[in-house]
């Protein structure tokens, strides 16, 4: 299977803009709030009317594509097969209710398993970062530089608030190694810092649509996204993601490994 790339990135540009649009239009009126697997695991309307605007969209342009989304009710995949688009239409929820700020919505597509392209926008800032192997990563359209290779110690660290207290695969222990962690909130976001060169790298545990819009975008520039053993991502389980420039990458698993 062969998708234009460049045709697909300017749909999926379009229909983040779009999503972005409705997302502050629905804003006006309340908002209802409900939780998932706990009181911090959280859900809107807005939330599930904008997966249900993205997956029409999908659909309409590639209607053999296959759809994992985080707030859909369809079985979730068992196999990787074709043209696959992951879709988390609000990432940050708990940001989004409590702050109107860092939340991310964000598309990741594959084909046979491998990353094609990933596009996450930060809606408050209207800014969307773009990438895959074969696409250059782009802030708004405009070339952004290769973020550097630094080491843990210099570079600061994003990681899952929970894992940090507990030192949870020794996650405070990377911590301490780095230049100082970074709690956000969003792996969306963060997938954001590091693709600018904020931060070096990411640890946390999340689900597919969480990973893999920026497995893909990191693609482009050698981003090391694995398991804590070094194993690679599978897309259809969720599971602790470390996801780092090589050189911090290398540190991060020999200290969780320690």
Request: aromatic content about 6%; cysteine-free; charged content about 15%.
């Amino acid at each position: 299977m062969t998708v234009a790339i460049a045709t697909l990135h300017e749909q999926v540009s379009a229909w983040l803009k779009a999503s972005r649009q409705r997302i502050y239009r629905e804003l006006q009126a309340p908002l209802t709030v409900a939780t998932k697997s706990g009181r911090t695991d959280l859900v809107t309307n807005v939330d599930r009317a904008n997966q249900r605007f993205l997956i029409s969209q999908i659909h309409a342009a590639y209607p053999q594509a296959h759809i994992e989304g985080e707030e859909g009710r369809q079985a979730k995949l068992d196999r990787l097969a074709g043209l696959v688009f992951f879709v988390d239409p609000i990432d940050g929820t708990m940001n989004f209710v409590k702050q109107r700020a860092n939340f991310a919505v964000m598309i990741g597509v594959y084909i046979d398993g491998a990353p094609l392209y990933g596009a996450i926008l930060d809606v408050a800032r209207d800014e969307l970062i773009t990438g895959g192997p074969n696409w250059p990563l782009q802030l708004n359209d405009r070339p952004l530089p290769t973020p550097a290779d630094l080491a843990l110690a210099d570079g600061l660290i994003g990681v899952n608030g929970h894992m940090l207290i507990r030192n949870g695969v020794h996650v405070a222990d990377v911590a301490l190694k780095s230049a100082g962690p970074r709690l956000i909130g969003s792996a969306g976001m963060e997938f954001i810092a590091v693709a600018l060169g904020q931060q070096v790298g990411y640890v946390s545990y999340l689900q597919p649509w969480d990973v893999a819009p920026g497995l893909a975008i990191g693609a482009n520039f050698g981003l090391q996204v694995t398991r804590p053993d070094a194993s690679a991502i599978d897309l259809l389980e969720p599971g602790i993601v470390v996801a780092a420039m090589p050189k911090a990458h290398a540190e991060i698993i020999d200290l969780m490994q320690g």
